[in-house]
T-cell receptor
């Protein structure tokens, strides 16, 4: 158990809908990362927050947004969903942003868009 | 250009044998970290081992060791005495200091199958 929690574990929804994925980092971790894992794109970084502030953006679509709340939990919002958004979405947390800090991954949310 | 390259889509090994999973990386940042993660069929990502660019010694964690060859830009994972539970996908990843946010950049992964 990494200490990172993600809900829900599975999500099935239709095209055009909007969903929210939730992540609680390990206790004490200020940095939260979101990643998307799909068969064709592999594991891709989406966005990072550090202590409530957006720190970096990766390959995140404009239809996707995220935020980190004062209690450090984070939410990833996916809207106008398309079939291609079906993927495993991971949240990871780390104590800091130095290169030496490992990132601990949550169990992931498997999103299926039908 | 790919920053992390894992050239072995699949590897097969027998129990108790050692196996090496290849990883090469590309960066001009002098400060970076290299990581290996394991993803079993259940889907979770498990951190295995870390090597810093300035580390003089190869990292080891139990049965895992990292064969770090800086000049060749390679960071191969060596698993000694393979076990059936080692069957999984293995990802090599890198963090660069200069990159804002220091997110992980992943390779495409290698599927390891351990047979009895």
């Amino acid at each position: 158990d990494s200490g990172v929690t993600q809900t829900p574990k599975h999500l099935i929804t239709a095209t055009g809908q909007r969903v929210t994925l939730r992540c609680s980092p390990r206790s004490g971790d200020l940095s939260v990362y979101w990643y998307q894992q799909s068969l064709d794109q592999g594991l891709q970084f989406l966005i990072q927050y550090y202590n409530g502030e957006e720190r970096a953006k990766g390959n995140i679509l404009e239809r996707f947004s995220a935020q980190q709340f004062p209690d450090l939990h984070s939410e990833l919002n996916l809207s106008s969903l398309e079939l291609g958004d079906s993927a495993l979405y991971f949240c990871a947390s780390s104590t800091g942003v130095a290169v030496s800090y490992e990132q601990y991954f949550g169990p992931g949310t498997r999103l299926t868009v039908t | 250009a790919q920053k992390i390259t894992q050239t072995q889509p699949g590897m097969f090994v027998q129990e108790k044998e050692a196996v090496t999973l290849d990883c090469t990386y590309d960066t001009s940042d002098p400060s970076y970290g290299l990581f290996w993660y394991k993803q079993p069929s259940s889907g979770e990502m498990i951190f295995l081992i870390y090597q810093g660019s300035y580390d003089q010694q190869n990292a080891t964690e139990g049965r895992y060791s990292l064969n770090f060859q800086k000049a060749r830009k390679s960071a191969n994972l060596v698993i000694s005495a393979s076990q059936l539970g080692d069957s999984a996908m293995y990802f090599c990843a890198m963090r660069e200091r200069g990159q804002a946010g220091t997110a992980l950049i992943f390779g495409k992964g290698t599927t390891l199958s351990v047979s009895s």
